[in-house]
């Protein structure tokens, strides 16, 4: 998989290289990520590991996942536009969960975060820790045609999906 990662990524991960430094190579880039990624490890402790900066590491990682999200997203999260491909849908979950007329699964997901400096409450949630709210919507074969990522800890999911891009598209007809 990591062979496969680097060799979609690191065109996307390459930078030239300057007068002043040589440029990171693409498998150190995406070695500290997956490891960030996989662990949670902070930066701080794995600075020793790859003797990489922790403030490099802040930006490389954040660049990283950008270029994964660009590069798979049109093949990992595809949504259904026509009539056909909804249909097709509720058919299979029809089939599969004994659901009729479902055309995915919605569910979020809080994910626990540090406070973000001068927040107040807005990112604590129900069951008192402060998080980022993940939003989801899958077929019936748990593959992801919709994502929001980003909302505030206090908010429901209900909340959250009135103030997205999908219900804007369901209203208006787009979808």
């Not at 990662?5 to 065109?11: E, F, N, T, V, Y």
């Not at 500290?32 to 490099?56: C, E, Q």
């Not at 990682?61 to 997203?73: A, G, L, M, T």
């Not at 107040?120 to 980022?132: A, C, V």
Request: charged share 25%; hydrophobic share 40%; glycine share 6%.
């Amino acid at each position: 998989m990591f062979d496969e990662l680097l060799a979609r990524l690191g065109p996307r991960c390459t930078k030239q290289d300057t007068m002043y430094r040589k440029a990171m190579e693409p498998v150190l880039k995406i070695a500290i990520t997956m490891r960030h990624l996989a662990t949670g490890d902070k930066y701080a402790s794995m600075k020793f590991d790859f003797r990489v900066p922790h403030n490099t590491m802040s930006v490389l990682v954040r660049e990283v996942c950008q270029d994964i999200v660009d590069e798979y997203k049109e093949e990992v999260i595809s949504c259904p536009i026509s009539p056909e491909e909804g249909r097709a849908v509720a058919k299979l979950f029809a089939r599969r969960w004994n659901v009729p007329h479902a055309c995915g699964a919605l569910d979020g997901k809080h994910v626990a975060c540090r406070k973000p400096a001068n927040s107040g409450s807005l990112y604590q949630n129900y069951k008192g820790f402060f998080s980022i709210v993940l939003m989801g919507l899958v077929d019936a074969d748990y593959k992801f045609f919709w994502i929001d990522v980003g909302g505030h800890g206090h908010m429901l999911d209900a909340q959250i999906f009135n103030d997205s891009e999908l219900n804007e598209c369901l209203v208006d007809g787009t979808i």
